[in-house]
T-cell receptor, first 114, second 111 residues
Framework: DARVTQTPRHKVTEMGQEVTMRCQPILGHNTVFWYRQTMMQGLELLAYFRNRAPLDDSGMPKDRFSAEMPDATLATLKIQPSEPRDSAVYFCASGLTGGNTEAFFGQGTRLTVV | GNSVTQMEGPVTLSEEAFLTINCTYTATGYPSLFWYVQYPGEGLQLLLK?????DKGSNKGFEATYRKETTSFHLEKGSVQVSDSAVYFCAPPFGASKIIFGSGTRLSIRP
């Protein structure tokens, strides 16, 4: 089965450290989304890419977060420096634009910043 | 703009109860609508979809009918099980624009 792969699954880090989360979208998918999920805010959209170009990152704190797609098989979300309020589960989703297609989600990266 | 609005949770039911989670949409015409489910510790996964007006999607005993006259896509199940405890999200297609999922509806089923 084709699936979206996220690494690491869990990450515990100290405040101030850099965190990098990785996502391998399903081969052939041209759109990638990054979401953050917390109990308080639900599932928030951070950024999304189409054909590797960033289309919208308005949901992302620009001073510390950055998202890139160095190639079609890898999307990264970086936090530098990390803060305790960044603790959440971060999901990557991929899909094809146009038509009746659904989003395919990874298992998420659970980030804890202490 | 185009959007979907779903019932706030949490919803708590006893096993074998009937379930309805409301979802309405405002759009000039979505080609399809989706329900996703998120089980504890996992990512979202597609539960069912309907690809045009009056179409019914179904899976795992859940059903939803895409009703153009009421702009609704309510999720129903006749007899819920403890294993249905999860968070449910109604959403438009993964199409030309970003998908806003929100908080979903958290469902808890009591044995």
């Amino acid at each position: 089965d084709a699936r979206v792969t996220q690494t690491p699954r869990h990450k515990v880090t100290e405040m101030g450290q850099e965190v990098t989360m990785r996502c391998q979208p399903i081969l052939g998918h041209n759109t990638v989304f990054w979401y953050r999920q917390t109990m308080m805010q639900g599932l928030e959209l951070l950024a999304y890419f189409r054909n590797r170009a960033p289309l919208d990152d308005s949901g992302m704190p620009k001073d510390r977060f950055s998202a890139e797609m160095p190639d079609a098989t890898l999307a990264t979300l970086k936090i530098q420096p990390s803060e305790p309020r960044d603790s959440a589960v971060y999901f990557c989703a991929s899909g094809l634009t146009g038509g009746n297609t659904e989003a395919f989600f990874g298992q998420g990266t659970r980030l804890t910043v202490v | 703009g185009n959007s979907v609005t779903q019932m706030e949770g949490p919803v708590t039911l006893s096993e074998e109860a009937f379930l309805t989670i409301n979802c309405t949409y405002t759009a000039t015409g979505y080609p399809s609508l989706f329900w996703y489910v998120q089980y504890p510790g996992e990512g979202l996964q597609l539960l069912l979809k309907a690809t045009k007006a009056d179409d019914k999607g179904s899976n795992k005993g859940f059903e939803a009918t895409y009703r153009k006259e009421t702009t609704s896509f309510h999720l129903e199940k006749g007899s819920v099980q403890v294993s249905d405890s999860a968070v449910y999200f109604c959403a438009p297609p993964f199409g030309a624009s970003k998908i806003i999922f929100g908080s979903g509806t958290r469902l808890s089923i009591r044995p």
